[in-house]
């Protein structure tokens, strides 16, 4: 049986849509609760690595134009003493920067869906390009943010 490429594409854009209607309203900022009140709850199990990049995909109908993606990974790992009954959570997710109208909801919505409290330390590692940070620091502006190697060995070779 062979799929026509326009009902795959309908499928899509019709899971795509079930999927936003699903997300609640956008915020400014998901920080929960004072940081006073972090202090009362359990500690946390894990940590939560999250690597974050931007690109750009040029369109398919109009080649002179394009749009951006931002796709990233979260990982909540255990150390020696946790693991023993414990599963690493691995989540992927995407969106389209110039599209997306709830693009912070996305990113919290991952997370929380792989148990992060307000009192867990999360790690982000991106290329530092400020749309990045900005969804970041609206997730944890006290979480470590990391320049990966990559980028800023493009940038020095772009100086040198």
């Known amino acids: ?8 594409r309908y499928d899509t854009l019709k899971v795509a849509k079930r999927l ?24 946390p199990e894990g940590s ?10 040029r369109n398919w109908v109009d080649k002179k134009h394009k ?10 790992s ?7 009954d414990k599963t690493p959570s691995l989540k992927r997710f995407g969106f389209v920067q110039t599209l997306e ?6 990113l919290y919505e991952v997370l929380h869906s792989q148990g992060l409290q307000m009192n867990q330390d999360i790690t982000f590692l991106s290329d530092g390009e400020n749309t990045l940070r ?5 997730m944890r502006p006290q979480a470590t943010h990391i320049l990966d190697w990559h980028h800023v060995t493009m940038k020095l070779t772009v100086l040198r």
């Open 20 to 43: 936003e209607a699903e997300l609640n309203e956008d915020h400014t900022s998901f920080i929960e609760g004072e940081p006073s009140d972090w202090e009362l709850l359990p500690p």
């Open 101 to 106: 109208t709830k693009s912070k909801r996305r």
């Open 48 to 57: 939560f690595t999250v690597g974050i990049n931007g690109g750009y995909v």
């Open 67 to 76: 749009f951006e993606v931002i796709v990233g990974k979260s990982i909540r």
């Open 1 to 8: 049986l062979t799929l026509d490429v326009k009902t795959v």
């Open 134 to 138: 900005q969804l970041q620091v609206a």
């Open 78 to 84: 255990f150390d020696e003493s946790e693991e023993e």
